[in-house]
């Protein structure tokens, strides 16, 4: 399992392309993987026969743990038939084609050791009695990934007492997580370890009792879901400091309409409120380098390059698609990748590349009708914009009530990089060039 996103621990294999027994090209496409931001394609580090498919799919590796062997079609480079030396020498092999910070797979080194143990290590074997598998306790700790070992010695949760949901039994990270939350143990039993973890919370479930479950699905967690959540948990850890303004959006929503006719028939060529503003914060992010900064411990980073990250909903959950150097570029060229972005987004066809490298963060709920919010920050980073819809509102013109379109932007930002008063500026300056939307292209 080669790292396929910079904050990938686990992979979860979707769907296998080849089958066992057929003939394999270095650098083809094998298997697509869920990590923790999107599905990525898995290509073979050597050519050869797949012998072996070790993770079936919907099952879940550690980067450098063995999920299929390519060999010679022998067999000889099979779990079965390797001996030890053998099998160190194919760990090894797989360890450093698939080293931590690496990117998509084939870009490991060709030519390492005989075709029967190129591409992968054996499966682990099962734990028999008395014997430890590496888990740093003797035979009664079940087997566990590394990933689970340490979320547990975090937790203070005791894998003994564990049941795990994983290939063979193997307890991951999501059983772990699953235990601490409800109180730390998830007893054995034939309904599993959901059954186990409300078993003792019956009388609080709707229907109460015998036939309290029936009332309950368990919901996998995917990749994308996990990571979210323990990116928004480490996100709130930031001193979050929010601000808020409203914008008379009539000028706004009269300059986007006029940039649509200016652009009908360009292909690829849509100009929305998003992309006007992102257009708006990236110029502004060029003047006011403070917001376009991240908390780094022990020092502030302030980012020479301007990359806007716009917050995508997929069925899986959130994801960050990323307009590189966007106060470069024109308005008809920001549209068009901010647009094909989000339909990758949509079609978990996202690279590691599309969602790297984000500077400052806009989230727009208005299409759901949302008149305000305020957004969880991305971190490191030192703000995120949230932007309600555009409704109709009393504004004030000239010293007289009139009916307008206002708009509510919400910029939170982490107190340890930002003050008050520069964020305040910063958002000042937004609903001045919002209102006179002409000047985001001077």
């Not at 390519?70 to 067999?75: E, K, L, M, Q």
């Not at 309290?212 to 879901?225: G, H, K, W």
């Not at 200016?262 to 503003?277: I, K, P, S, Y």
Request: glycine share 12%.
């Amino acid at each position: 399992m080669p790292r396929l996103s910079d904050t990938m621990e686990e992979g979860t294999v979707a769907r296998w392309l080849k089958r066992p027994g057929e003939k394999v090209a270095r650098g083809e496409t094998i298997a697509e993987i869920d990590t923790d931001k999107a599905t990525m394609d898995l290509e073979a580090f050597e050519g050869g026969v797949l012998e072996q498919v070790l993770v079936q799919e919907g099952g879940t590796a550690a980067i450098g743990a063995p999920i299929a062997v390519i060999g010679d079609g022998s067999g000889t480079g099979g779990p079965g038939t390797a001996g030890p030396s053998a099998a160190t020498k194919a760990t090894a092999t797989a360890r450093s084609e698939a080293p931590a910070g690496a990117g998509p797979a084939g870009a490991g080194p060709a030519g390492a050791g005989p075709a029967s143990a190129r591409a992968v290590a054996p499966a682990p074997r099962a734990q028999t009695p008395g014997e430890d598998l590496g888990n740093g306790a003797g035979a009664s700790v079940p087997r566990s990934s590394p990933l689970a070992r340490r979320t547990a010695r975090r937790l203070g949760i005791d894998l003994v007492t564990l049941r795990g949901s994983g290939p063979g039994g193997r307890v991951v990270r999501a059983d772990v997580e699953n235990a601490a939350a409800v109180g730390g143990v998830l007893p054995e039993g034939p309904a599993g370890p959901v059954a186990g973890a409300l078993a003792g919370t019956a009388g609080a479930l709707p229907n109460g009792g015998a036939g309290a479950l029936a009332d309950v699905e368990e919901v996998p967690l995917s990749q994308i879901r996990r990571v979210t959540a323990e990116r928004l948990s480490k996100s709130l850890e930031a001193p979050h400091f929010y601000l808020t303004s409203i914008i008379d959006a009539e000028r706004l929503l009269a300059f986007r309409a006029e940039a649509v006719r200016a652009t009908a028939g360009q292909e690829g060529a849509r100009v929305t409120v998003t992309d006007l503003l992102v257009k708006a914060c990236a110029k502004l992010l060029r003047a006011h380098p403070e917001v376009n900064s991240a908390w780094a411990g022990d020092r502030i980073l302030r980012y020479r390059r301007v990359n806007v990250g716009i917050a995508v909903a997929v069925p899986d959950g959130l994801v960050v698609p990323v307009v590189k150097d966007a106060d470069m570029k024109p308005l008809s060229e920001l549209s068009s990748e901010a647009h094909a972005l989000a339909a990758k987004a949509r079609e978990g066809k996202l690279s590691l590349e599309d969602m790297s490298g984000g500077t400052f963060t806009l989230s727009n709920l208005g299409m759901f009708g949302i008149d305000h919010f305020t957004a969880v920050l991305n971190p490191p980073q030192a703000a995120i914009l949230a932007v309600g819809a555009a409704k109709p509102e009393a504004v004030v013109r000239d010293g007289a009530v009139v009916a307008g379109t206002t708009m509510r932007l919400a910029l939170s930002i982490d107190h340890r990089t930002l003050d008050g008063a520069t964020a305040a500026r910063f958002l000042a300056e937004l609903r001045e060039l919002l209102e006179d939307p002409l000047r985001i292209l001077l």
